[in-house]
């Protein structure tokens, strides 16, 4: 990722070449997830699957817009914020393992990542936030 790597002009060079590549599909991606979760509220074993996809994704977006918030998530970042809002509040039963009480559950990583997102753009105080 481009989280633990000194800002220059090679990472911004790097930065552009995946953004221009990536950033559109990854907000489908994002959308398509999104859907699917609403389509198989019941299927506890599909769930599982879109929720860890859903948490890759926002931990892509995460590294895309560490070093700087790209014009594309700006532009784009309702899209974004009203995604990461309905997972901050998503509850399902049937993804909770009541055994497993110290170990994070699928909607449990999702979050922590999504909270991940907002804190980076609390303490730069990006747009969600001012």
């Given at each position: 990722?481009?989280?633990?790597?000194?800002?220059?002009?090679?990472?911004?060079?790097?930065?552009?070449?995946?953004?221009?590549r990536i950033q559109e599909p990854l907000l489908v991606l994002f959308s398509q997830?999104?859907?699917?979760?609403?389509?198989?509220?019941?299927?506890?074993?599909?769930?599982?699957?879109?929720?860890?996809?859903?948490?890759?994704?926002?931990?892509?977006?995460?590294?895309?817009?560490?070093?700087?918030?790209?014009?594309?998530?700006?532009?784009?970042?309702?899209?974004?914020?009203?995604?990461?809002?309905?997972?901050?509040?998503?509850?399902?039963?049937?993804?909770?393992?009541?055994?497993?009480?110290?170990?994070?559950?699928?909607?449990?990583?999702?979050?922590?990542?999504?909270?991940?997102?907002?804190?980076?753009?609390?303490?730069?105080?990006e747009e969600p936030f001012q």
């Open positions: 990722g481009f989280r633990h790597v000194q800002r220059s002009d090679d990472l911004y060079r790097i930065i552009i070449f995946s953004l221009d997830v999104d859907q699917a979760v609403d389509s198989s509220p019941g299927d506890a074993a599909q769930l599982k699957l879109r929720m860890e996809s859903l948490r890759l994704i926002t931990s892509i977006y995460f590294s895309l817009v560490y070093q700087d918030l790209p014009a594309y998530f700006e532009d784009h970042m309702k899209e974004w914020m009203t995604g990461f809002s309905k997972y901050l509040q998503y509850k399902n039963p049937i993804l909770v393992d009541n055994d497993e009480e110290d170990e994070p559950g699928p909607i449990d990583k999702l979050q922590a990542a999504i909270i991940d997102v907002l804190k980076l753009f609390a303490e730069r105080d």
